[in-house]
């Protein structure tokens, strides 16, 4: 005979929310130090977000982008992280140094993502709710890093977290309205469509409902409209074609040389850098088919339970076959699916129960327990963001330390090029992800290509095939033939990727160092 549940007594919410003031407090305070470790950034496209945010009041919402001259973004730009950028303005009015700026916006971000991901628990009565707010900050060290660039995805995850409680709720104004938000604010909105398509394909494994089209349907409204009714019409909608374009390219094979972001992640690097948050799509999966089967009596597998696990398998397969940058999403994900199945997993348990007092023995054991596997993991995460992000000395760089190097490589070749060329002299960027520092560093130049080399393929594909060619060593790097082709009288090199060109040390180059350091090269073609 079973005796009836009584009522679990809870922390009252305020002690629970003062615990989350200190525990945003103590990674704010270990993140900032991981952020500025470096003069630089984790990954290069954080020196373009900054310069252009700072560059945003006067530019407004210009449709060129001089800047790089040979895409279709010269005359036909459309600002895909409109609503991100102007995040950042107010951050970036130090128009020498922005990026210090951007970096502490960023961290304001992934603060914003930890006490979102809390709320949503909270919400949903998910019983521990900083524990596992605290397994997201701690929990996977790719996580971390993806979430300490500066880029659009950083506020994409705050609304994607947003966006998992609205389709827990199955809110269809809230869906409809962050939708609209979405397409303004990042280059891929349609991951919005893909998180409410996975609530409800969860839903159903214990809801039958005829309605369950309806939400995707009303994201995909919401994500439509915003890209029609955009400050960039109708750029916006030739842009997302060519994002899906490089989505494609990325998931298939690519003519061109792609980031590094659009690899798949491999099992081995899923435990290994994202140990926690990969273990918690586990045991959310686990625990939901558990409820399912009805192994535990007088437990059952809620909806929203249910949709949580949709939307973090989703993800988390999405990293496994696509592209692993979708760690961004599946981290929060997982930490809430575990949570929602853990309160389901729980019922209402009363541990002061006095005649259950190994209860309450229990309770306090597992919670130890997860403070020591936390603080593991914390530990261990931080250990691999501060390898990643290691500086090192100006005057021990080999090819090693320059491949590992998050510092500025440009800063002397901009200096020299500032004192010693027009402005608006088009330089040639022979690596297109040289483009957002050299962007920041000296704006006061143009270049050929940036941010996705597909920007370049796309519109000149004669001019792009050349360029790769070249790089790749399958025709001879020739300054004569580049000079006639971009118009350019210089090329701008990392020193690292000059030295992979024996022929421009060669007198039949024809063209001469100007300025050189341990970093940079510049070459002009006579």
């Known amino acids: 005979m079973t005796s009836s549940p009584s009522k679990t007594p809870r922390v009252p919410p305020w002690v629970s929310h003062v615990l989350m003031l200190a525990v945003l407090l103590y990674f704010g305070t270990v993140f900032r130090g991981v952020l500025f470790l470096t003069q630089g950034a984790p990954e290069r496209d954080s020196f373009y977000h900054a310069r252009y945010a700072q560059l945003l009041p006067e530019r407004g919402l210009s449709r060129q982008l001089p800047w790089m001259q040979f895409t279709s973004w010269r005359d036909q730009f459309c600002d895909k992280d409109f609503l991100y950028h102007v995040y950042l303005a107010p951050f970036c009015t130090n128009s020498a140094e922005p990026l210090d700026g951007a970096k502490f916006a960023t961290l304001l971000l992934l603060l914003a993502t930890l006490a979102g991901t809390y709320f949503v628990l909270r919400a949903w009565k998910a019983p521990f709710a900083l524990v596992w707010t605290a397994l997201l900050a701690s929990g996977g060290a790719y996580f971390l890093t993806r979430m300490f660039m500066v880029r659009s995805h950083t506020l994409s995850v705050v609304l994607m977290v947003a966006a998992v409680h609205l389709a827990l709720k199955r809110c269809k104004w809230g869906v409809f309205i962050l939708g609209f938000v979405y397409s303004w604010t990042y280059s891929t909105p349609i991951a919005l469509v893909i998180a409410v398509t996975a609530a409800e394909c969860g839903r159903l494994a214990v809801a039958r409902d005829r309605n369950s089209l309806t939400l995707p349907l009303v994201a995909a409204a919401g994500v439509l409209a915003g890209l029609v009714v955009h400050p960039y019409t109708p750029y916006s909608l030739t842009s997302m074609a060519m994002f899906f374009q490089i989505i494609w390219s990325g998931a298939t094979t690519s003519p061109v040389e792609l980031g590094s972001e659009f690899r798949r992640m491999t099992l081995g690097a899923a435990f290994v850098s994202n140990g926690g948050t990969t273990c918690a799509a586990l045991l959310a999966l686990a625990g939901?088919?558990?409820?399912?089967?009805?192994?535990?009596?007088?437990?059952?597998?809620?909806?929203?339970?249910?949709?949580?696990?949709?939307?973090?398998?989703?993800?988390?397969?999405?990293?496994?076959?696509?592209?692993?940058?979708?760690?961004?999403?599946?981290?929060?994900?997982?930490?809430?699916?575990?949570?929602?199945?853990?309160?389901?997993?729980?019922?209402?348990?009363?541990?002061?129960?006095?005649?259950?007092?190994?209860?309450?023995?229990?309770?306090?054991?597992?919670?130890?327990?997860?403070?020591?596997?936390?603080?593991?993991?914390?530990?261990?995460?931080?250990?691999?963001?501060?390898?990643?992000?290691?500086?090192?000395?100006?005057?021990?760089?080999?090819?090693?330390?320059?491949?590992?190097?998050?510092?500025?490589?440009?800063?002397?070749?901009?200096?020299?090029?500032?004192?010693?060329?027009?402005?608006?002299?088009?330089?040639?960027?022979?690596?297109?992800?040289?483009?957002?520092?050299?962007?920041?560093?000296?704006?006061?130049?143009?270049?050929?290509?940036?941010?996705?080399?597909?920007?370049?393929?796309?519109?000149?594909?004669?001019?792009?095939?050349?360029?790769?060619?070249?790089?790749?060593?399958?025709?001879?790097?020739?300054?004569?033939?580049?000079?006639?082709?971009?118009?350019?009288?210089?090329?701008?090199l990392r020193t690292l990727n000059a030295d992979k060109f024996p022929e421009l040390r060669s007198d039949a180059a024809k063209a001469r160092v100007v300025f050189s350091d341990a970093l940079a090269v510049i070459y002009r073609c006579d």
């Open 288 to 492: 939901a088919l558990a409820l399912r089967a009805g192994a535990l009596r007088n437990r059952k597998l809620s909806p929203e339970a249910a949709a949580a696990v949709g939307i973090a398998c989703a993800w988390t397969l999405a990293m496994m076959v696509t592209f692993e940058r979708f760690i961004e999403y599946a981290a929060p994900c997982a930490c809430i699916a575990l949570g929602l199945v853990v309160r389901d997993l729980l019922g209402d348990l009363d541990f002061d129960d006095p005649e259950r007092p190994s209860r309450r023995t229990a309770q306090v054991a597992a919670l130890g327990g997860a403070v020591v596997v936390l603080l593991a993991l914390h530990m261990w995460t931080l250990e691999l963001n501060y390898a990643y992000l290691r500086v090192v000395e100006h005057d021990n760089f080999n090819d090693d330390a320059l491949l590992f190097y998050r510092g500025r490589y440009f800063d002397g070749a901009a200096a020299w090029l500032k004192r010693n060329v027009p402005p608006k002299t088009v330089v040639a960027n022979f690596y297109w992800d040289d483009f957002p520092e050299l962007f920041y560093s000296a704006p006061e130049m143009y270049y050929l290509v940036g941010l996705d080399p597909t920007f370049m393929r796309l519109a000149y594909p004669d001019k792009a095939l050349l360029v790769e060619n070249m790089r790749l060593g399958k025709t001879p790097f020739n300054f004569a033939t580049l000079q006639r082709t971009f118009g350019t009288k210089f090329v701008v």
